[in-house]
T-cell receptor, first 109, second 114 residues
Framework: KNEVEQSPQNLTAQEGEFITINCSYSVGISALHWLQQHPGGGIVSLFM???GKKKHGRLIATINIQEKHSSLHITASHPRDSAVYICAVGRGSQGNLIFGKGTKLSVKP | DAGVIQSPRHEVTEMGQEVTLRCKPISGHDYLFWYRQTMMRGLELLIYFNNNVPIDDSGMPEDRFSAKMPNASFSTLKIQPSEPRDSAVYFC????????????FGEGSWLTVV
């Protein structure tokens, strides 16, 4: 079993829909990261969180440490949100990251 | 700042050749990471440095892979000899020490070994 599991693997939505991507992990972590990878390959860090909730524009990330679960929400989705969203957990003070397999999101106009 | 800079962006090489990938981290960042991404295995950490010192190289697949960080502004990942199964996208990333700081990725080096 992978240490970091994401669901769903693929997600298609209509423009304007509210989107949720889930991440569960089975190891102790120091922080959880949400990353975005666009076609063409570049990776951008969206959030790093160790507790509670963070918001940036239309993106919201939450984490429940007790349940070892995090969610990434996108409000009012737009075709430019189409990308692969990757959950990664960090171990140790700065340590390495263990990555989920990613969720491929496609937002149709 | 220009961000994390990697070169080359794309490389096609023949099996058995030496490949050198280069990375310039963001100025002031204390941590540098090399990751590999393949369709089968996704993203995996190969090695990371703190203040130019290798901390964890347990992800380096085998002795054909080596990485160096001679100074705070430059790192290399070398594969010698290269094999077709090394074909992947190799990402360099850097991070500052301060708590709560995010990790910054380069654009990646797309390697094809034929």
């Amino acid at each position: 079993k992978n240490e970091v599991e994401q669901s769903p693997q693929n997600l298609t939505a209509q423009e304007g829909e509210f989107i949720t991507i889930n991440c569960s992990y089975s190891v102790g972590i120091s922080a959880l990261h949400w990353l975005q990878q666009h076609p063409g390959g570049g990776i951008v860090s969206l959030f790093m969180l160790s507790s509670g909730k963070k918001k940036h524009g239309r993106l919201i990330a939450t984490i429940n440490i007790q349940e070892k679960h995090s969610s990434l929400h996108i409000t009012a989705s737009h075709p430019r949100d189409s990308a692969v969203y990757i959950c990664a957990v960090g171990r140790g003070s700065q340590g390495n990251l263990i990555f989920g397999k990613g969720t491929k999101l496609s937002v149709k106009p | 700042d220009a961000g994390v800079i990697q070169s080359p962006r794309h490389e096609v090489t023949e099996m058995g050749q030496e490949v050198t990938l280069r990375c310039k981290p963001i100025s002031g960042h204390d941590y540098l990471f090399w990751y590999r991404q393949t369709m089968m295995r996704g993203l995996e950490l190969l090695i990371y440095f703190n203040n130019n010192v290798p901390i964890d190289d347990s992800g380096m697949p085998e002795d054909r892979f080596s990485a160096k960080m001679p100074n705070a502004s430059f790192s290399t990942l070398k594969i010698q000899p290269s094999e077709p199964r090394d074909s992947a996208v190799y990402f360099c990333a850097s991070k500052a020490t301060a708590p709560g700081t995010i990790i910054y990725f380069g654009e990646g080096s797309w390697l094809t070994v034929v």
